[in-house]
């Protein structure tokens, strides 16, 4: 036998590779071999990318720059186990970065991630992957892209996973998808809350601090505040409230009970349990500003129900928000204060905060922060509405100067709710006195120029409430505080339009006031206000009226109408009717006018010489007509008659006309021959005085005196009128009577009784023409006018009737007519048993049958055939 040789080894296959063991330091090449086919060289490059990855925020951002990302989403799907999960790992570290999270949005690999929720996944893909949507869910379009792909269902169902790193990545993902409503909607059909309750028994307090914010957002819905309920949530939440040593949840705990208190039937539920009363207790008790100030949230966010209001007041919420105040942490204090605020609209609250808590509050008024300030007027503003005694007991607290000053602060909620208080303390007469006494019209300035519509409007109604005397308006005046007031009507705010129009209906209570206002427009801008049917009020309309009777010479060239109460005063003018919009010339300028052929205009003054224009220095008699005394009706016809003389009075007779009504003119040489008759007749010494007097008296328009110097031209024929009525009319007992004597008088001294088929034969317009050219002005004193028609007449017999205290009103009517309207009691009609008849309405006849007084029925049909 041969002998047997070694059987020699068979070389390896020409087409295998030779395995090749590779050591990369470089990034750059194992991104490389994420292309590779191979599964182990695959889950080893993902492994050394993961653990790259992990040392911080630049190996991330290297990784993207090298292109990882896109190869790494591939091996999402990969068949390898290994492969897949170690592909996820990377995407749940690498998601954090914010240039990853935008690539992965436009690579669409949310599908993919959420794909590894699926049950039967291992539990560390879980874990990444819910820490890949966690991370993702940060970003809305992220959010919107996790919701559309159905990621809420899984990430829900996790919330029950054995492993807490996949708790806590889930809860955190769907506290981020919850903030969205349609999120919550679905959370609610889902019956999510069950799983997120049991998070709060979780060993891990992040678990448990995820899932109360979560709780928190969702229990914002009625919906999930019932799950809440019904799976015995609360109890689980006051359990956590009681346990000290979960202190560093007590805050969110509270922000889900202020949710919760919000719905009523959870509400009585604490409440019947004594879970309210441990939730006052602990807010009282707690040492946490934190703690504190949630809980005094908690308790406004449930206050806003009335019920609720009811409850806490009988557990006496109000003694722990009155210990609140007292917290050295300001954001207590406003939590404290806002929720008294709310608490106030129970009346027995209110009436616990007046001796506790209001007090307090106006400590907090003196505060450095601004925003204590706010919330502790707002308190005080609401504690005092329709609340005299609170509004007392504010400035028994010495309230009024720390409110005064909040008006100046930098906050426009202080200031508006400073402003609210001081106008309910201004409601009773013995407080707006105090608060007017403490400078606040100027204080007032600032708010009104505001450009916040609710300060300008709160600013303008405590004007309105503080300006009722004339000392708090002329203050306002004098500290310029009218002017942005009359700016306020021009806004668009409807608010602020009414109380702007509202303090200026207030202010325009006195003459100078009102004619402040028309100085700066105010009767203007409201006209507009009114000619608008939407931007029109009912003070835009009472302020327009208050301001027309203060001017009731524009009142009547604008409405044509007087009424009884509107009591004609010396400088009162008659222009005649003018259209709305148009503006009225003041009486200077209209008696520094040339004359024209317009229509007269009719003067009212009965001012003696004290204040009127001189008489002439040659006739010593005509002092009688404008002095001191007047003794006799006789002596100041005469002074009437003189005064005609000098060309300053009446250019006609005094004597009585006759009832054509002519009259004659003196000459002017008879003028001069008696002024200097007297003038001869004085002694030295008395001209010199007569010197020295003239020299002290205004001249008269239109020689070259100054705006100080000029006065409305003297009338003294009317100042006669209104002697001989007072002396003769007045001592009347019936006043019908004074009106029919009154009646006759008037048409005496405008040229008697006039037919009716002759009143066109009554030469009027040349008396008037006459007068204007004489006087050389289109202004003429009622006393010149002897030949007077309707219009003349009525307006002598208002002007008449009101000095002497006979009640009647001014109609204009077309074509020169005019008429007064009286009320007189009937004495045929019988009222009710014990009750009088009401007075009746009768037009005053001044001229076809003068003192003639007829009923008032029909008014166009009676007033045709009467005039």
Known sequence: MGKKLKKEAEPPPKDVFDPLTIESKKAATVVLMLNSPEEEILAKACEAIYKFALKGEENKATLLELGAVEPLTKLLTHEDKIVKRNATMIFGILASNNDVKKLLRELDVMNSVIAQLAPEEEVVIHEFASLCLANMSAEYTSKVQIFEQGGLEPLIRLLSSPDPDVKKNSIECIYNLVQDFQCRATLQELNAVPPILDLLKSEFPVIQLLALKTLGVITNDKESRTMLRDNQGVDQLIKILEAKELNDLHIEALAVIANCLEDMDTMVMIQQTGGLKKLLTFAENSTIPDIQKNAAKAITKAAYDSENRKLFHEQEVEKCLVTLLGSENDGTK????????????????????????????????????????????????????????????????????????????????????????????????????????????????????????????????????????????????????????????????????????????????????????????????????????????????????????????????????????????????????????????????????????????????????????????????????????????????????????????????????????????????????????????????????????????????????TDKEWFPPSDPDFCVYVHEVTKSILPKTNIRDQIEALAKYVAEKMGGRIPRDKLHDFSWELHISELKFQLKSNVIPIGLVKKGIFYHRALLFKALADKIGIGCSLVRGEYGRAWNRVKLMNESSKGVIGVPPPPENYIVDLMFSPGTLMKLRSKDADLYRFL
């Open 334 to 705: 406003i939590a404290a204060s806002q929720a008294i605020s709310v608490m106030s609209e129970n009346s027995a609250s209110k009436e616990f905060f007046n001796t506790q808590g209001i007090p307090q509050l106006i400590q907090l008024l003196k505060s450095d922060n601004e925003e204590v300030r706010e919330a502790a007027a707002l308190a005080l503003a609401n504690l005092s509405t329709c609340n005299s005694a609170n509004a007392n007991a504010i400035a028994e607290a010495d309230g009024i100067d720390p409110l005064i000053n909040t008006l100046s602060s930098k906050r426009d909620g202080a200031i508006a709710n400073a402003a609210t208080v001081l106008t309910n303390m201004a409601l009773q007469e013995p407080l707006r006195t105090a608060i007017q006494g403490h400078d606040v019209m100027r204080a007032l300035h600032g708010p009104l120029r505001s450009a916040n519509t609710v300060v300008q409007s709160k600013a303008a109604l405590t004007v309105a409430a503080t300006a009722c005397d004339a000392d708090a308006r002329a203050e306002l005046r004098n500290s310029g505080g009218l002017e942005p007031l009359v700016e306020l009507l021009r806004s668009k705010n409807e608010e602020v339009r009414r109380h702007a129009s509202w303090a200026v209906m207030v202010c325009a209570g006195d003459e100078p006031m009102a004619g402040e206002l028309c100085r700066l427009g105010a009767l203007e801008i409201l006209e507009e206000i009114n000619l608008s049917l939407s931007r029109k009020n009912k003070f835009s309309e009472a302020a327009y009226n208050k301001l027309l009777n203060s001017n009731l010479s524009l009142k009547y060239s604008q409405l044509g109408y007087l009424s009884s109460s509107n009591i004609i005063s010396d400088g009162f003018y008659d222009y005649g009717r003018i259209s709305p919009g148009t503006r009225l010339l003041p009486l200077k300028e209209l008696c520094l006018q040339e004359p024209n052929d317009l229509r007269a205009i009719l003067l009212i003054n009965s001012k003696t010489s004290d204040i009127s224009p001189p008489p002439s220095t040659e006739d010593k008699s005509s002092d009688i007509g404008y002095g001191r005394s007047i003794s006799s009706s006789s002596s100041l016809r005469r002074a009437s008659k003189e005064r005609a003389n000098t060309g300053l009075g009446s250019p006609t007779e005094e004597k009585p006309e006759p009832a054509s009504g002519r009259n004659t003119s003196l000459s002017k040489s008879t003028v001069k021959e008696k002024g200097l008759r007297k003038g001869r007749g004085k002694k030295e010494e008395e001209k010199v005085k007569e010197e020295e007097e003239v020299a002290a008296i205004p001249k008269l328009p239109g020689e070259g005196t």
